[in-house]
């Protein structure tokens, strides 16, 4: 964890839900994790990760409950390490998945998730019946957040979300694109993330030596990890954001650009879970949904702005991506006036 790294004051809101209605045992456990208690009211604001880190754990002394209750049952301490251990066992990123579906379910009553595979795609569906609306909007994006992180982990590289819904509405953070890609949707019908089916193929590759380690680590670790605003894929990511495709440089261009050779790119990369090609994709990708969102750009246009020389092309590596035809995805968001 480097000094620099930080969390949104939303995953601390999060954390201390159970404690809204007790103003002095909300204000000691900040207090001890050195947060400011202002900071709750200001949704723009951030916090230090290893503030974030020491309030995961307070509240998990505080609350006994690992999933800080926000469940009517809850996870009780030690259950989170439980479930890690069967996972480590598992040969396929798909069987740990599938088992850590069920494992969670053993504990939590008012959330309960679902792996389907269509083809290509991989969706994860949660149900959830929570107490009230906040406990539900929480309690199905942590939910998710410790699905998705802990999928990273097991496969020991960074999975690309392709869509991610959720029931409730929200404001947008900057996180969100790191946490739940462009393709993210408040208020919609059902709560939902999906991902290409190919990553559920891959082996599990922890072990009982990797899982003490990262037990003993600090918990801030599955928000951040794979989602880190100042790793170097995140770099690489937003350098390629603010360029044309025609712009865009190659590994070694880029390794020349941040004074380090392209062996040492491909090493750092690859110890964040990706590679330069797969982040080139992910771009493409985000691009490509958030001009059809948000844009009256013609298809032809679209497929010139991400790099295809073809709009067939373009069509093809598009419902790859989704499943549904760029012209369809676009009459979701933008219905004909």
Request: hydrophobic share 40%; proline share 5%.
């Amino acid at each position: 964890m480097r000094e620099k790294d930080s969390v949104a004051v939303y995953f601390v809101q999060v954390m201390v839900h159970a404690l809204r209605t007790q103003p002095e045992r909300l204000a000691a456990v900040l207090a001890e994790a050195g947060i400011d208690p202002a900071l709750l009211g200001q949704p723009e604001a951030r916090v230090p990760a290893s503030a974030f880190a020491a309030l995961w754990l307070i509240q998990i002394r505080e609350l006994r409950d690992e999933f800080f209750q926000l469940d009517s049952h809850g996870l009780p301490p030690g259950a989170f390490a439980l479930i890690c251990r069967g996972l480590i066992q598992e040969p396929t990123l798909e069987k740990a998945l599938r088992q850590c579906l069920a494992n969670f379910g053993l504990f939590l009553r008012d959330f309960r998730g679902s792996l389907s595979v269509r083809g290509k795609r991989a969706v994860l569906s949660l149900d959830s019946h929570p107490c009230d609306e906040a406990a539900g909007r929480f309690g199905e994006e942590t939910f998710l957040v410790l699905m998705i992180s802990l999928l990273c982990w097991l496969g020991g590289r960074r999975i690309p979300i392709d869509r991610a819904d959720f029931r409730y509405p929200r404001l947008s953070l900057s996180d969100d694109a790191l946490l739940w890609g462009p393709n993210l949707t408040f208020g919609a019908e059902r709560t939902e993330i999906e991902f290409a089916s190919r990553f559920l193929r891959l082996p599990v590759v922890q072990d009982l030596a990797s899982l003490k380690v990262f037990l003993r680590s600090a918990p801030q670790w599955l928000v951040i990890r794979f989602r880190n605003q100042h790793g170097l894929a995140t770099q690489v990511y937003q350098r390629l954001r603010r360029s044309h495709y025609s712009q865009w440089p190659t590994l070694e261009a880029f390794a020349s650009e941040a004074g380090i050779s392209p062996s040492t790119l491909r090493r750092r990369l690859e110890r964040e879970g990706v590679s330069y090609q797969e982040i080139k994709d992910e771009v493409r990708r985000g691009m490509a949904v958030e001009l059809l969102r948000q844009s009256r750009a013609s298809i032809g246009e679209i497929a010139e702005r991400t790099g295809f020389q073809e709009p067939s092309a373009f069509h093809r590596a598009f419902k790859k991506w989704t499943g549904e035809s760029p012209g369809r995805y676009r009459a979701r968001y933008q219905p004909a006036s």
